[in-house]
Each structure stands twice: as C-alpha cells, then as structure tokens.
C-alpha cells in the first residue's frame, strides 16, 4: 500500500488501479504554484523517495517493493489522469483588502470588490468566507470588535452588489494571526485587512 510520509510543499498525489490487478501507480506532481515536495512510497516489502516532478513509482503487491522512480513526463500523466483532474474542484480564491483606518477601505481595496463579486457570480459561490483582522494598536478586546466589523463592513458591500447573505461566514482574529509580524502597538497598514475566500 502506497502512503505519505514527509512533505517539503503541498504536491498532488494520484494513484491508479490498472486492469483488474492490483497494482498501483503513485506519481509526484507540482502544486498549481509550480511548487513540489518530495513522497515516500513505502508496503510491507519495502520503500522508495521520490522528490522530483513527474517521476513515478509502480506497485504490483504488498508483497514486492516499489520499483525505483522513473521519468512519466507531464503530457502523459495529464493523459494517464485526464478523468480525475477534470472532477477536481477549483481551488479557492483569495482576496486580501485593506483598511485606511477603521471600517473604510483603501482605494485599491475598493476597486476589488468588482473582481470578487465576478469571482462569486463565476462559481455559483455558495461558500464565502470574509475574515477580519487588525494590526496591533489598541487593546485586545477593541481590536477583536475592530476585526469583527471590518469583516461585517465587507459582507455588507457583497451583499449590496449581489452577493447571497446567506453564502457569506464572517469570523475575526483580533490582533491575532498578523500578515507582517510586529510587536504590541505597532501601527502596520498590511495588518489592517479583511481577507475574502471564495470556493
């Protein structure tokens, strides 16, 4: 049996039952980043590494180990696995918007709210989530309400140009979890943000 054991970054892992035997085909694949780590294929007869792109590994049974990697090549695993890539879901979508003071967006903030309204309509989006956060000014009780109405200011602006209010879940770190990291009662303009997912 084939199975994970160590990842550098986020990799894709298929496996194939070929026939009616049992054997499987485990291949290593970059993210959609272009990034990739590194697998090890391990049964009960053995175990084998593979941290290159596009190399793969065949198990025939438990019993005997997998076979040393060998070079498939992108256009035939796009081929091999054609049925499977096209059932994936989308990845989700991440929108990051940032806040001059307060509730009121910046500018460019503001003039991405058509693109994510776009991305919604595009997907049918029924699962939308809208996080709010702060930078580190003030105390940990007024920035965890700051954090909550930036994320309500936003919900508010989708559902205006059309977003469903029932698609949309705001939460909100507070302080916590900053994007740059500062210490207490830092004013930092990239920690004042509403981050919008859209799957």
């Known amino acids: 049996m084939a199975k994970t054991t160590r990842f550098a970054t986020l990799i894709i892992l298929m496996a194939l039952a070929c026939g009616c035997a049992k054997r499987s085909l485990v291949a290593l694949v970059p993210d959609p980043d272009g990034k990739s780590g590194s697998i090890s294929v391990s049964n009960e007869a053995g175990s084998v590494a593979i941290s290159t792109p596009y190399r793969a590994t065949t198990i025939e ?3 005997q180990q997998p076979t040393a990697p060998e070079n498939i090549g992108k256009k035939t695993l796009d081929r091999m696995f054609a049925e499977a890539l096209s059932i994936q879901p989308a990845r989700p979508l991440h929108f990051l918007l940032y806040f001059e003071n307060n509730t009121t967006l910046t500018s460019d903030s503001v003039q991405l709210l058509p693109g994510i309204m776009a991305a919604i ?22 920035n965890s309400e700051l954090s909550s109405n930036r994320a309500s200011t936003v919900k508010k602006l989708l559902i205006e140009q059309g977003a469903e209010a029932d698609a949309i ?12 990291p500062t210490g207490d009662n830092v004013n930092e303009p990239r920690n004042r943000r509403v981050e919008v997912v859209v799957r």
């Open 169 to 180: 879940r705001t939460t909100s770190h507070g302080k916590e979890n900053l994007l740059i």
């Open 61 to 63: 049974s438990a019993k």
């Open 121 to 142: 309509k595009e997907r049918n989006s029924t699962d939308i989530s809208i996080i709010g956060h702060t930078d580190t000014v003030g105390s940990k009780e007024y």
